[in-house]
């Protein structure tokens, strides 16, 4: 299963795409070699406007897999990714939110 790859520390990171198609943010992930992380464009909503957004993304394909990512980086969390719900979000819980 492909996951959008986010870290609690680095807040909202992924970045949108704007009109000229310049990033407006994106940050690094540190997660070792022998996961493939990969940028992706994909389509989302904030506030009821459509946007394009530049996210990390990393496949894990069964649960043996996930278990060992959460060994190597701690905690995460699995939810939907709010700004286009046919995505899963993989955060790295690193820091304290609400």
Known sequence: MKFILTRTSLCSNFGNIDVNG??????SKDVSKKWKVEEEIIDGYN?????????????IATIEQLLEFQEEVGSIIIEKFWPNENYFELEIYDDYRE
Do not use: F
């Not at 310049?22 to 940050?27: R, S, V």
């Not at 406007?49 to 530049?54: D, P, T």
């Open 22 to 27: 310049e990033d407006t943010k994106l940050e």
């Open 47 to 59: 506030n009821k406007s459509k946007y394009r957004y530049k996210v990390d993304t990393i496949e």
